[in-house]
């Protein structure tokens, strides 16, 4: 994977080493973390003779956008089941989807809260037949399993491994591939989110029979909420890409490089750490 060393006076005047490590770049279509998160997920949908792949999300879900590019690219059809009420002209993620192939349903927002439960699940099941269901977000124990692969293709010495936390899937799949010694910490970019610890353990331990210890979850550069973009947010992405030639994305890594900047700022991060951070857009 390509890395990219941050040179930033920022970071040195508190002795601490940055580098980029460009998962955006992993494949033009896809962002990075969700292509892991799909391919052991494709292995099992096709070992079981599925043709359809059937997933939910929010009607700017990169995760939606995702599983139509994977389901063009390798032969199965897709249904993107979203929150909330048909809206045209569809936005560009939702035309980018249809684009692809995919079609389209949508859910009230009460059902949706329920996509997961059995009613639902067949009555879905009724309208496309037998589909290999994937859940919000892509989050399950293939997904961690796909995100653990990542730290290996990181060959040089870190001690912190940072990536930005939606659903958890990968912080908790990018723990469990750590080296020795290392830790991972991830930026939660919903508010309120104390709920995902427990997900991520949850997932960690559907995939590996219990969770690992070298974790923390920051919930405090939310900014406001999800997909929030508040100005400091936006002035912060804008003076890094003017810097370092890379643009952070507001919603995930622009989150996760203002929290991780705001930390060591604050000297929550002690001098000497080396930090990695994926930049999954
Ligand atoms: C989905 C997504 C994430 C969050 O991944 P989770 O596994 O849901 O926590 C981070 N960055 C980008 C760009 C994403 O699309």
Not at 18 to 34: A, F, I, S
Not at 132 to 137: C, R
Not at 173 to 179: N, Q, V
């Amino acid at each position: 994977m390509r890395l990219d060393v941050v040179r930033d006076e920022r970071l040195a005047d508190h002795g601490v080493a940055l580098w980029l490590c460009r998962d955006d770049l992993t494949d033009p279509e896809l962002p990075g973390n969700k292509l892991r998160k799909l391919k052991y997920n494709l292995v099992a949908a096709r070992e079981h003779g599925h043709r359809t792949l059937l997933t939910f999300g929010g009607a700017y879900s990169n995760h939606l956008r995702a599983v139509a590019a994977a389901g063009r690219r390798h032969g199965f059809a897709t249904v993107g089941v979203v929150r909330g009420e048909p809206y045209q002209p569809l936005n560009p993620s939702l035309a980018y989807a249809t684009a692809q192939g995919m079609r389209l349903t949508y859910l009230d927002r009460d059902t949706y809260r329920r996509k997961h439960t059995e009613p639902v699940l067949t009555a879905l099941r009724e309208q496309f037949g037998d589909c290999y269901v994937l859940p919000e977000g892509g989050s399950n124990a293939l997904a961690v399993r796909g995100c653990a692969e990542l730290p290996a293709e990181l060959d040089f010495e870190y001690d912190l491994l940072c990536c930005p936390v939606g659903t958890g899937g990968t912080l908790a799949g990018l723990a469990g591939g750590l080296p020795p010694g290392a830790t991972a910490l991830g930026f939660a970019v919903l508010k309120g989110a104390a709920f995902l610890a427990d997900e991520v353990t949850r997932l960690q331990t559907d995939t590996w029979g219990a969770p690992t210890t070298n974790w923390r979850l920051d919930l405090d550069h939310h900014f406001g909420g999800y997909a929030k973009t508040p100005p400091d947010l936006l002035a912060f992405c804008e003076d890094f890409t003017q810097r370092h030639g890379y643009r952070p994305d507001p919603i995930y890594t622009g989150k996760m490089l203002a929290g991780l900047y705001a930390r060591i700022a604050s000297g929550t991060i002690p001098a000497g750490t080396r930090i990695a951070a994926v930049t999954t857009a």
